[in-house]
Every structure is written in structure tokens, then in C-alpha cells.
């Protein structure tokens, strides 16, 4: 196919970039609307009412693509939790035990997985005696130290037309790479994420682990179109959050089809078990951008607990999509003419001669053309600036999606040339070279010294005894270290306090 090329022209004023970044994420979500009504949340930082309640559930964004350094192997990466704060402790982030953390491969377009690869995890503690997430300086994942680590299973559970054909465990109890606490706590974080790569049956590899969030965006878009002004353009929102990820590399051969139908669509989910015992899909995610600036409030929650095969539900969002109007209404800029069926080709069957399968079920998935080989340089635009090998062909971590969604939105494929973007065009850390290519998750002790200290102090010498591992006997401590002494002491002077102050509450009557 020949490339969907454009000129590097320049960009257009401020005002339109950021117009050209809002009517991206409206294109996308658009996009997903169109599809059935799967439990879509692409780029899903908070898209839905219900899940932005349960961030241990919720999608943020998912990524697939040919592996640059290994072209015969596919690379999906799919993450979770919205907006980790680094030094978010002491309860650090983990991925949910009651949940079944899914990545979803259909590979003949009929809107429905063939391959579902099906993670979950397990929580493991060796001192719930102490608060402390690791009471010492972590130095290998099963340093002694680490006292809170997950584990997790991985289950290939193959399909057809829904019903089971097969369920085969692929991987069991293999380390997660814990959240990056601080310089102290981890001072080679790197070779704590290497420890977390791990080996499948088959030429197989996964990673499962914190990570640095690498979807770049200016999400202020929502203080109306980025204050109606253009004021707020330009940063980039995501920047030193982390999130948690799940990658998979697998031999190409394996998920596709067969050699003459290379295309597969990709999507994740999240299910959780409810009340009775049951598991209940909560969260879904493929394309970008789609649930949370193409679905109105009314379909959100909805999107999220559906599948690929029912997204015809949402087809009038993607066809009469709200985010131009909106752009027109405010910055001047007119809608394209609807109903947008340029949107529907390119967010809900693939671009025809690039990614769309024969016999394509119309559905909000990732679809990837995995004969097209990586470049060696890739444009952050993809196939807009005639690089086939990126966004909307699967999902690069470096791909501008934003930027190319939004110029689609306001109708670059029927003529309606644009350069609109939000002025964020990288993240702000590089990706990796190899496997799982993610940058490292933000340490909790970035910042700033505090005056008069010094970097590279020894944890164990300033503290000594106080960081003993956990299950290392102390002078008559019994496997219990001093530092789960003290903060038990001072657990019990505050809540002698506490004890005090409802006294006094309630001799105010004051009522609750």
C-alpha cells in the first residue's frame, strides 16, 4: 500500500494546535463509539464515572506493535492505575487479587478474541507487623527487605465464536517489579526491572511491573477546550506519574491467523469478582481516546462492561461526534460534514490496504498489520506522515496519538488539511530498546535535598539495627525488627490521642 503521506508544513497557530489535540481525542473516541458496545476505556486516565473509582481496575492506555530489535515477534503492552503518585506510600501500588487482568487477540476481524493471554496476581507479605513496604535497602526481588511482593499466573485461553477450546497455563509465580519507593529503598532500580523480565514456553516473554506512565498529552483540555483560550497548552499532563504495566512479546506466528491474514486487533479488560463469586468486566480499552471524549456520561459505565462484538451501540457517537462541535463552537474552527464514516474506517476496521482484515466486523480494537516491518525512524504522526509502521497500525509507545487523532477528528482524510496538536509531542523520559521498552517508574524521592544533606548515605548505617530484614533475629525481638517495635509504639501513642480526642468530641456533643 502506498503510504498516507503529508507534508512537513508547519503547524498552524497555537490555538489551532490545541483545537487540532481535543478534536484528536474526540476523533478517537468517536472511533470507539462506532464499535459495539464493548467495555472500551482506551486511553482511559479516569474515563468513566465508575471506574474512576477504582483505579486498581481501570485501563489507562494499551500499545501494540511489530518489536523493533526482534521483527518476527509482536510486543502488546497494556497498563493499569491512572496517575501513580511516585511517593505515594505507604500503601504502594499493586495490581488487584481479585481481578482478571486480560489481553484480548482477534485475529480474523470478526470482532471477537481467538487468543485471550490472562493475568493474576498474587500478594505476599513477610512482616505485616511493621507498615513499611520494604524495611531495608532492595537490592533483588527476593531481597529479604522487599516485604510486600506480588506474583503472578498467565493463562492462554483460546476461542471460537466465545466458547473455550482450550486453557493452558503458560506461566506461574513469576515476579512483579515492585513500585520505585525511592533512591534509598532501591538504589538500582534497573536491575530490579531486569529481574522482572521473564521467559515463556515457546520464545515468549513478559514483564509485569511499575513503570514510568508513557502516554503524553496535555489533559487540561477539559477546563473547556483548554481554558477557551488556549492558556493551558503545552504541558504535559502525565508527566512523573507512574502506572502499572503488563507487556507480552510473543512469536509472531503464534497470534495471527495464518501468513495471509497477518492483521490482528488487540484489546484489554479488566474483570472483577463480584460478591457472589462471579468475575464481572469493569474496564475495557483498545483504541485511544475513545471513551472519555466520544461516549456521553450516559454510555460510559455501559462502554466499559461490553465487547468488540456489540459496539454497533455507540456507532452515532463515533458517526456525530460531540468534540468537533464543541472546537467549532469555541475556537471558530467548522466540523466536518457528517455522519463521519471517514471515522469509522479509521478507528472501527482499519484502514483499507493497510490494517483492515477481510470481512472486518466493524469494533473498537487496536488493529496491527504485522507484516510491516519497523523503521529505523519512526515519525510520531505514523501513517499521517506516510509511516505505516505506526498509529493507527497498532500503537508505538512514541506515537503522537493525540495529535494524529485530533487531526483526523477535524477531517484531515476528507480534505480538510490541518496540523492541529496540543504542543506535547514526546514523553518526557525515553522508552527502552528492548524488551519491555517502558521507561523506568519515577522514584518517590525525586525532588530536591534537603538542606544540609548529602546524596549516597547508607541507609543501614544511619539507622543500623532499626532496618533489620524482616524474619532476622534481633536481641530478643523474635523475628520481629525494631523498626515494627517502634512504629507499634508509636502506632499506640497515636492512638492513645485519638482515644482523647473523641473523648472531648463527644463531651462537645457535637453531633456527626
Not at 370 to 386: E, F, M, Y
Not at 480 to 502: E, F, N, Q
Request: aromatic share 8%.
Amino acid at each position: 500500500m502506498t503510504a498516507i503521506s503529508r507534508s512537513g508544513a508547519g503547524r498552524r497557530s497555537v490555538a489551532t494546535l490545541i483545537c487540532a489535540s481535543l478534536a484528536a481525542g474526540g476523533l478517537a473516541a468517536a472511533g470507539v463509539a462506532t464499535l459495539e458496545p464493548g467495555a472500551a476505556n482506551a486511553s482511559s486516565h479516569r474515563e468513566a464515572p465508575l471506574i474512576s473509582g477504582d483505579p486498581q481496575y481501570d485501563n489507562t492506555d494499551v500499545y501494540a506493535f511489530v518489536s523493533p530489535d526482534k521483527p518476527d515477534t509482536t510486543t502488546i503492552i497494556a497498563n493499569w492505575i491512572p496517575f501513580e503518585e511516585p511517593a505515594g506510600g505507604p500503601n504502594f501500588f499493586t495490581f488487584a487479587e481479585d481481578a482478571q487482568y486480560d489481553l484480548h487477540i482477534d485475529n480474523n476481524g470478526d470482532a471477537q478474541g481467538e487468543l485471550v493471554y490472562r493475568y493474576t496476581f498474587k500478594t505476599h507479605v513477610k512482616n505485616d507487623k511493621t507498615f513499611l513496604y520494604n524495611t531495608g535497602p532492595v537490592e533483588s526481588l527476593d531481597d529479604p527487605d522487599l516485604n510486600i511482593t506480588q506474583t503472578y499466573d498467565i493463562d492462554l485461553i483460546k476461542l471460537k465464536n466465545q466458547k473455550v477450546l482450550s486453557k493452558t497455563k503458560v506461566a506461574d509465580d513469576v515476579p512483579v517489579a515492585p513500585s520505585n519507593v525511592g533512591k534509598a529503598s532501591m538504589p538500582d532500580y534497573n536491575k530490579l526491572r531486569k529481574q522482572a523480565i521473564h521467559q515463556l514456553p515457546g520464545g515468549a516473554t513478559t514483564f509485569a511491573g511499575q513503570a514510568d506512565d508513557p502516554f503524553f498529552l496535555d489533559l487540561r483540555v477539559f477546563d473547556l477546550l483548554y481554558g477557551g483560550n488556549l492558556s493551558e497548552v503545552g504541558r504535559d499532563t502525565l508527566k512523573g506519574y507512574n502506572v502499572n504495566s503488563v507487556a507480552l512479546q510473543v512469536p509472531t506466528n503464534m497470534i495471527t491467523e495464518s501468513h495471509e491474514q497477518p492483521i490482528v486487533g488487540i484489546w484489554s479488560t479488566t474483570q472483577r469478582k463480584n460478591a457472589q463469586g462471579y468475575f464481572t468486566q469493569v474496564s475495557r480499552l483498545g483504541m485511544p481516546l475513545v471513551n472519555e471524549v466520544v461516549n456521553p456520561l450516559k454510555d460510559k459505565d455501559k462502554f466499559n462492561a461490553s465487547a468488540p462484538w456489540n459496539d454497533a451501540d455507540f456507532l452515532k457517537n463515533v458517526t456525530n461526534p460531540e468534540l468537533p462541535k464543541l472546537i467549532e463552537a469555541i475556537y471558530k474552527i467548522k466540523a466536518p460534514a457528517e455522519p463521519r464514516n471517514d471515522l469509522v474506517d479509521v478507528f472501527l476496521k482499519g484502514v483499507k490496504g493497510l490494517n483492515q482484515p477481510p470481512y472486518v466486523r466493524p469494533a473498537e480494537e487496536l488493529r496491527l498489520n504485522t507484516s510491516i516491518k519497523p523503521t529505523n525512524d519512526p515519525k510520531r504522526l505514523g501513517v499521517l506522515d506516510g509511516d505505516n509502521a505506526g498509529f493507527p497500525n497498532g500503537r508505538r509507545l512514541s506515537d503522537d496519538v493525540l495529535d494524529a487523532a485530533l487531526q483526523v477528528v477535524e477531517g484531515e482524510l476528507v480534505g480538510a488539511k490541518n496540523d492541529l496538536g496540543d504542543a506535547v509531542d514526546k514523553n518526557d523520559k525515553k522508552f527502552g530498546k528492548s524488551f519491555p521498552y517502558l521507561a523506568n517508574p519515577t522514584s518517590g524521592s525525586r525532588g530536591a535535598l534537603a538542606k544540609g544533606t548529602t546524596q549516597g548515605a547508607d541507609v543501614r548505617n544511619q539507622l543500623g539495627d532499626a532496618l533489620q530484614p524482616a524474619g532476622s533475629s534481633g536481641s530478643g525481638m523474635d523475628d520481629t525488627t525494631l523498626v515494627a517495635a517502634s512504629a507499634g509504639a508509636g502506632a499506640a501513642g497515636i492512638a492513645l490521642i485519638g482515644a482523647g480526642l473523641m473523648w472531648w468530641r463527644r463531651m462537645r456533643t457535637r453531633p456527626y
